[in-house]
Nanobody
């Protein structure tokens, strides 16, 4: 079975930090771009950050630049999202995903090959 499993979500106060993890199983994703999206209730699924596992390049949504960091550990087949200086508007279900086209960075849901089930992040004010 090929799957992505997110963990690390929870409740945190504004200004706090969380680190999300996305563990892949069933095959290696070391040669694939990985991406984090998020979706708040009633909203569309928005791009957060992406990383090219082959080249190590990253790209972030403007709303999280300077606060969030995406990283990887290919030996563990895992991608991370370090979230600092959290704001109430960061509250959402966060989804890890693998891109369709190898190491090409992903910013659109239509270019996702596989989605995780999501982990809920709630930031209180």
């Amino acid at each position: 079975q090929v799957q992505l499993v997110e963990s690390g979500g929870g409740l945190v106060q504004a200004g706090g930090s969380l680190r999300l993890s996305c563990a892949a199983s069933g095959r290696t994703f070391s040669s694939y771009a990985m991406v984090w999206f998020r979706q708040a209730p009633g909203n569309q699924r928005d791009f957060v950050a992406t990383i090219n596992w082959g080249g190590g390049s990253t790209y972030y949504a403007d709303s999280v630049k300077g606060r969030f960091t995406i990283s990887r550990d290919n030996a563990k087949n895992t991608v991370y999202l370090q979230m600092n200086s959290l704001k109430p508007e960061d509250t959402a279900v966060y989804y890890c995903a693998a891109g369709k086209y190898g190491n090409i960075l992903v910013t659109a849901p239509g270019h996702v090959e596989l989605w995780g089930q999501g982990t809920l992040v709630t930031v209180s004010s």
